[in-house]
């Protein structure tokens, strides 16, 4: 299994990039995808799902 599939998973359903989930977390988007390859702690998990939420809210509008 890919580590972090949750928040892959995530980005496809709510079709948000990963270059604006690095943005909005203040990251390049290469570092980005570096942390995606580690295990992520629980809290990281839920930062980065609540920020592609948000993502998703503003393209909503």
Same mark, same amino acid.
């Given at each position: 299994? *890919?580590? =972090? /599939?949750?928040?892959?998973?995530?980005?496809? =359903? /709510?079709? *948000?990039?990963?270059?604006? &989930?690095?943005?909005? &977390?203040? *990251?390049?988007?290469?570092? &980005?995808?570096?942390? &995606?390859?580690?295990?992520?702690?629980?809290? /990281?998990?839920?930062?980065?799902? /609540?920020?592609?939420?948000?993502?998703?809210?503003?393209?909503?509008?």
């Amino acid at each position: 299994m *890919v580590r =972090n /599939q949750a928040i892959r998973d995530e980005l496809k =359903n /709510q079709t *948000v990039r990963t270059w604006e &989930l690095a943005e909005h &977390l203040g *990251v390049h988007e290469t570092t &980005l995808y570096r942390y &995606l390859r580690k295990n992520l702690s629980r809290e /990281q998990k839920q930062r980065y799902l /609540q920020a592609i939420n948000e993502i998703a809210k503003s393209k909503a509008r």
